[in-house]
T-cell receptor
Framework: RKEVEQDPGPFNVPEGATVAFNCTYS??????FFWYRQDCRKEPKLLMS???SGNEDGRFTAQLNRASQYISLLIRDSKLSDSATYLC?????????FGTGTRLQVFP | DTAVSQTPKYLVTQMGNDKSIKCEQN?????MYWYKQDSKKFLKIMFS???????INETVPNRFSPKSPDKAHLNLHINSLELGDSAVYFC????????????????FGPGTRLLVL
């Protein structure tokens, strides 16, 4: 089993749609959780950290379920500029373990 | 100003050659990393240095040797390049690793695209 699993997609959605990505992780001792965004041929950039209570940043909402070892990212009112690969990231001791990413394509 | 910079951006070389990739960060961070992203886009850590000290060394062939002359620089030297080394190599930095847990955002460089022929 992969340490961090994501549906690779692609998710093709129209502008304005709401889309949700899910991620599961295998290490129950993980303490830090993140969503990173990677544009084509670019470096990963932090989108948001994920907290136990859930957190929101504008159109983006992240949720964490420790019991199920499950993380989600919800994007509301999708924009063309949201098209990218979204990487679920979990710590394992002092390392970050990256999922292979979920590709999102927003079309007009 | 670029926060984390890498040189070169592209590297095309023959099998068996030795090459180096350089990384510099101007964020004042204590910790630097090397990651490899393969053709399937899987991003995996290779090495991590904290204040010039090696703290993470994943199962990487010993043909790969990182060197940190100071905490703002982490270079990667690769000996006897093989076809399977073709990938994008990302350098990253973060403020610190506290108590063995990663708390801080990691900032990535633009990547070095290595192609071994």
């Amino acid at each position: 089993r992969k340490e961090v699993e994501q549906d690779p997609g692609p998710f093709n959605v129209p502008e304005g749609a709401t889309v949700a990505f899910n991620c599961t992780y295998s290490n129950s001792a993980s303490q830090s959780f993140f969503w990173y965004r990677q544009d084509c041929r670019k470096e990963p950039k932090l989108l948001m950290s994920v907290y136990s209570s859930g957190n929101e940043d504008g159109r983006f909402t992240a949720q964490l379920n420790r019991a199920s070892q499950y993380i989600s990212l919800l994007i509301r009112d999708s924009k063309l500029s949201d098209s990218a690969t979204y990487l679920c990231v979990v710590n394992k001791a002092d390392k970050l373990i990256f999922g292979t990413g979920t590709r999102l394509q927003v079309f007009p | 100003d670029t926060a984390v910079s890498q040189t070169p951006k592209y590297l095309v070389t023959q099998m068996g050659n030795d090459k180096s990739i350089k990384c510099e960060q101007n964020l004042g961070h204590d910790t630097m990393y090397w990651y490899k992203q393969d053709s399937k886009k899987f991003l995996k850590i290779m090495f991590s240095y904290n204040n010039k000290e090696l703290i993470i060394n994943e199962t990487v062939p010993n043909r790969f040797s990182p060197k940190s002359p100071d905490k703002a620089h982490l270079n990667l030297h690769i000996n006897s390049l093989e076809l399977g080394d073709s990938a994008v190599y990302f350098c990253a930095s973060s403020q610190n690793i506290r108590g063995g847990l990663i708390q801080e955002t990691q900032y990535f460089g633009p990547g070095t695209r290595l192609l071994v022929l």
